[in-house]
């Protein structure tokens, strides 16, 4: 893992403004506001998503979502802000993701990939994934036991 990177699950009462402006950075070509990424990012949170925090020296550099659907654990995305891709925090997230699934217990792992995203498709090769490609999305899929 990188030097000085650390993973931390977004609690309840947690304050969720550095995820706003990572989100936001996200979904830029958007419409969304700041009240509307606190209301979006509250629901997730109040509807029991996992949400994880990267944070690299003092900074909080990327996010991931995920939740447990009945022994299925489903990813709604990783993402890390442009200027430290490809430095293994995605990879750091995803393996976070994975270690939480199967502490609950998830007989599988899915996720699926929009549009033309060759870094998430090699991200999931990495961990195991069996891809299947469909128009123009992919859908993983990792047995976990």
Sequence with gaps: MLV????????????????????????????????????ILSRRRQNGEDILIANLDSRDVGYAMGKN?????????????????????????????????????????????????PASVALQRRFGFNLKHFNDTYKARLVLY
């Excluded at 650390?6 to 979904?27: F, H, T």
């Excluded at 990879?91 to 792992?109: G, H, M, P, T, V």
């Design 4 to 39: 000085g990177l650390k993973i931390r699950i977004l609690r309840m009462n947690d304050d969720l403004a550095s995820l706003v402006d990572l989100w936001l950075e996200n979904v830029k070509e958007t419409n969304y506001r700041v009240p509307d990424a606190y209301n």
């Design 69 to 117: 659907y009945d022994g299925v654990y489903t990813s709604q995305g990783i993402f890390v802000t442009h200027n430290l891709r490809k430095r293994g925090i995605a990879s750091a997230l995803k393996e976070e993701q994975i270690d939480i699934a199967r502490q609950q217990n998830c007989f599988e792992f899915r996720t699926e990939i929009f549009g033309d995203n």
